[in-house]
Structures are given as C-alpha cells and as structure tokens.
C-alpha cells in the first residue's frame, strides 16, 4: 500500500525518522497499531455503555440536567481563576 503525505506533514515523518533512528515505515505502521487498538477500546466502551442505558442498568441524563451540569462546572472553573 502507498500513502502519500502533505509536505508538511512528511517533513514531521522525515523529522521523527531522522531523531529516533527509525524507519519511518516503523513510525507509521507503530502509530497505525496504537490508533486501531485505541478505537477498539472506545469501540468496547461505547457498546457497553449502549448496553447498560438499554437494559436500564443506568439512566439517561436529560438535555436540561446535562446544561445544568456544565454551566456548574464552568461557573466553579471560573470562580477558581
């Protein structure tokens, strides 16, 4: 398989190779592994989540509870500044 980069972003890829001694082919297919086992574990979490709201295991929080929470938060985030 070939993929080509923007020439910014080849130039970070070249950049990486050249610092850490490794193939950039390495770098790529390294970071690729990491992204696909990362999605994988949102994958999983996401479907038990789904799980638990269907089987009623937790409660939804409502549209205005959830506003109520994060303006909550903000205001205390502010307050802390």
Same mark, same amino acid.
């Given at each position: $398989?070939? +993929?080509?980069?923007?020439?910014? +972003?080849?130039?970070?890829?070249?950049?990486?190779? $050249?610092? &850490?001694?490794?193939?950039?082919?390495?770098?790529? #297919?390294?970071?690729? +592994?990491?992204?696909?086992?990362? $999605?994988?574990?949102?994958?999983? &979490?996401?479907?038990?989540?789904?799980?638990?709201?269907?089987?009623?295991? +937790?409660?939804?929080?409502?549209?205005?509870? $959830?506003?109520?929470?994060?303006? /909550?938060?903000? /205001?205390?985030?502010? /307050?802390? #500044?």
């Amino acid at each position: $398989m070939e +993929v080509h980069f923007s020439p910014d +972003v080849q130039a970070k890829l070249d950049r990486l190779a $050249m610092d &850490t001694g490794r193939p950039a082919d390495e770098l790529l #297919q390294d970071a690729f +592994v990491g992204y696909f086992d990362e $999605m994988a574990g949102l994958r999983q &979490t996401l479907d038990s989540r789904y799980d638990d709201l269907k089987s009623g295991r +937790v409660k939804p929080i409502g549209g205005d509870e $959830m506003k109520a929470r994060l303006r /909550a938060r903000s /205001a205390a985030r502010q /307050a802390g #500044q």
